[in-house]
């Protein structure tokens, strides 16, 4: 079997049409600009025109295919995922890659912390969500696919779906961000069996857990921790950047990943291992 193994043709994403739910900001921005700068057609999906609308105009600054495109939508509901999935067919009948980013988080003291905005909330966002998005735009994920050129889903897990820490610099002082990390181990869980059942549709699902990166979720301890803070616990020196997240997302997309199905891939420089230190290392 003859491959044309050229970097323009392993990791070639022009001409893909794309969607990212919670593109109007942090990763999923950051990773919709690297398939537009690259060629692909990407439509982003957030709550707030606003910020879609601004997130847009810079997309498509760096964009050399299709001018990028968005909706406004909610997905922490079936039938907001539905609405989002029957607006994006009425202006395409296939779709590449879909990167289910959307994400929330909540922060409460552990004895008062809230159900509905805090556990019910939270999950149907972060895990809800990319089962409803997923399932419903299967057909056209599987259609015209092979196993050499599949569709593709991205799910944007975390690190903290390995690192059972609640409480500490991202959230106030005496709150913990009980019910996140837990949605997002069965984000990973979820991308397991996805990619279970979607394999001989032709259709890969993997998960990036990205660690520290730049973002609304992370605003906060940035703000009140600083960021050189961050970074000394960062043994790359540097918490994320778009080019992280973004390679790594156009990667799973690529030809260069048809193989690649059922994986979560931590994106964290390594940040995870210094956590699990039982003691500081001694100076000899």
Not at 199 to 220: D, E, Q
Not at 259 to 267: A, F, K, R, S
Request: aromatic fraction near 8%; charged fraction near 20%; hydrophobic fraction near 40%.
């Amino acid at each position: 079997m003859s491959s044309d193994l050229r970097l323009e043709s392993l990791f070639k994403v022009k001409g893909k049409i794309v969607l990212v739910t919670g593109g109007g900001s942090g990763i999923g921005k950051m990773i919709a600009t690297g398939f537009a700068q690259n060629g692909a057609k990407v439509y982003i999906a957030a709550r707030k025109e606003n910020q879609l609308k601004e997130a847009v105009n810079d997309i498509n600054k760096v964009a050399t295919g299709p001018k990028a495109e968005y909706f406004v939508a909610n997905v922490g509901s079936k039938a907001g995922c539905n609405a989002l999935i029957a607006e994006f067919r009425k202006r395409e009948n296939k779709l590449h890659v879909l990167v289910n980013n959307s994400g929330i988080t909540w922060g409460g003291p552990f004895l008062d912390f809230p159900e509905e905005k805090g556990w019910d909330n939270v999950f149907n966002v972060n895990v809800k969500s990319i089962f409803y998005m997923t399932a419903g735009l299967s057909d056209l994920l599987a259609k015209d696919s092979t196993n050499l050129d599949p569709g593709r889903v991205i799910n944007i897990s975390s690190t903290a779906s390995v690192e059972p820490a609640s409480e500490g610099a991202l959230s106030a002082e005496g709150n913990g961000t009980w019910s996140y990390q837990p949605s997002k181990a069965a984000v990973n869980h979820l991308t397991s069996q996805l990619a279970v059942k979607l394999v001989s549709s032709n259709i890969t699902v993997n998960a990036i857990c990205p660690g520290l990166f730049p973002s609304k979720m992370t605003a906060y301890g940035l703000k009140t921790a600083g960021a050189e803070a961050f970074n000394e616990g960062q043994p790359t020196g540097r918490f994320g950047a778009p080019s992280d997240i973004a390679g790594l997302a156009l990667f799973l997309a690529s030809p260069g990943s048809a193989h690649v199905t059922g994986t979560h891939i931590l994106l964290d420089g390594g940040s995870r291992f210094l956590r699990q230190a039982i003691a500081p290392a001694l100076k000899l």
